[in-house]
């Protein structure tokens, strides 16, 4: 028989026998997962010669027997993730020297060796994620392992060993552990490491050196950690291009720590901190930062020119901070690539004061602004996406959404607006969206011709309180 794929997925099946499968000497792909077995016997696939996918998730396998998996010479990829796993035999897996993808997640390691892969050269990837993992070996791999996930397990710390020696590892999940430090030698030698993921945790602190040795890390995330200070020199130099430090317990930009890394970040992420300020030197030097997020934070005050120094900013959240007093000045040197910015609940009384004339999508929801001037025409001209709900607007006149030709979202909810009239809407013919529900205080809307004018409006949203 020449069948190549089987898939037996989504039945009853309970039991595989010894041999089962002779008779498909050429099948390629065999899934056999969301079915109610509990075991693998022995020699069950042993004449797959061609197979290089078998997947056996979604099972309830407690017990995989020795030479289960004897003599497959082209698997490639193998899956017994969400099954009942705590271990399995030396022997098991003999006679599977191209196996790249593992996939063991969800089932029930607590101690976890990988010496039962006999010759595991070529593994690439290796899935641990949703086990209830404290230890771990995995040092028969370090030659070949470049995708490790740990996460969802009960890590409470990383020996100084447990990934020495793994040069080629790139991505190295280790979030929602019980982590509590990262010793400085951690990851002295994983220095290939491109994606970092270390967020929901319990750490405190992190070493000095700690992320020095590698080239380049495009994303690090620490986020979700009870992190208040980076120490100067934790990081190499200008190794990291994301930052994700968000939801810990910072009081204030660690400028010292993102000194040496100023001209390689390019986002950074400290929302839901407890920033209370912020100032133009403690961005000082971010000249190659696109995107900052620092919405829900504490921040009280913005100085003069705060982001003056930040040249190629496209994307600037400081949404919902508790903002007492505006500058006029805060903006002032605000980069002319700002492309979207995000003033949701910040105490403005009216728009700020900003040259950028590039920007496409503005959020000013949620404060209160009480009327929109014509000079503020510099910074709505080419909005594409305009959020105004929830202030104190009475009115929108019309000679101000006359000139904002590439509209394509509105929403005026929430306001105290008496007035809807086609006037105002005649001129949003690039209009998508448009939302006007909560408008408690509405004497005037439009008859339906009124909205002949939005020819490629899809989404109409008027409800009550």
Do not use: C
Request: avoid cysteine.
């Amino acid at each position: 028989m020449h069948l190549r794929s089987l898939n037996l997925g989504f039945n009853q099946i309970n039991t595989l026998s010894s041999r089962a499968f002779d008779s498909l000497p050429n099948l390629e792909q065999l899934f056999l997962n969301n079915n109610q077995l509990t075991k693998l016997l022995p020699q069950t696939f042993t004449l797959l010669k061609s197979l290089k996918t078998l997947t056996l998730s979604k099972n309830r396998i407690s017990k995989i027997s020795e030479y289960a998996l004897l003599n497959l010479p082209q698997l490639e990829q193998l899956s017994l993730a969400k099954n009942e796993l705590e271990e399995i035999p030396k022997t098991a897996f003999s006679g599977t020297p191209l196996l790249e993808v593992l996939d063991l997640s969800s089932n029930k390691y607590d101690i976890f060796n990988s010496d039962f892969l006999e010759r595991p050269g070529k593994l690439q990837i290796l899935n641990l994620a949703y086990n209830e993992i404290t230890k771990f070996d995995l040092s028969n791999l370090r030659s070949s392992l470049q995708q490790l996930s740990l996460s969802h397990n009960k890590l409470q710390f990383l020996s100084q060993g447990a990934l020495y020696g793994f040069e080629v590892l790139s991505f190295l999940d280790l979030s929602h552990n019980e982590i509590i430090e990262i010793i400085h030698e951690a990851f002295q030698t994983t220095k290939n490491l491109n994606i970092i993921n270390l967020s929901h945790n319990s750490l405190r602190r992190i070493s000095k050196t700690t992320f020095s040795e590698q080239k380049r890390i495009d994303s690090l995330s620490l986020a979700n950690n009870f992190l208040n200070d980076l120490n100067y020199g934790v990081f190499g130099k200008n190794n990291v291009v994301d930052l994700i430090l968000k939801n810990n317990n910072f009081t204030f930009i660690p400028s010292d720590a993102l000194t040496s890394i100023r001209q390689s970040l390019t986002m950074l992420d400290l929302s839901g901190n407890n920033i209370k300020s912020l100032t133009r030197k403690d961005l000082n030097g971010l000249q190659n930062i696109t995107k900052l997020i620092l919405n829900n934070n504490k921040i009280e005050t913005i100085d003069d020119e705060t982001f003056a120094d930040m040249p190629l900013i496209q994307y600037l959240d400081i949404s919902n901070n508790p903002i007492t007093t505006w500058s006029p000045a805060a903006f002032k040197g605000m980069s002319e690539s700002l492309f979207s910015l995000n003033l949701a609940q910040t105490g403005l009384f009216s728009l700020p004061k900003i040259t950028s004339k590039g920007l496409k999508h503005l959020n000013i929801s949620h404060n209160k602004i009480y009327e929109i001037e014509k000079h503020d025409m510099i910074i709505l001209k080419k909005v594409r996406e305009f959020d105004a709900s929830w202030n104190n607007l009475v009115n929108i006149k019309p000679e101000i959404l006359k000139q904002m030709v590439e509209l394509k979202y509105l929403d005026l909810s929430g306001n105290k607006i008496h007035y809807i009239d086609a006037e105002q809407l005649q001129h949003l013919d690039q209009l998508e969206i448009l939302k006007l529900s909560h408008l408690d205080q509405l004497i005037q809307f439009p008859h339906s011709y009124g909205f002949a004018k939005l020819r490629n409006l899809k989404e109409l949203e008027v409800r009550k309180g």
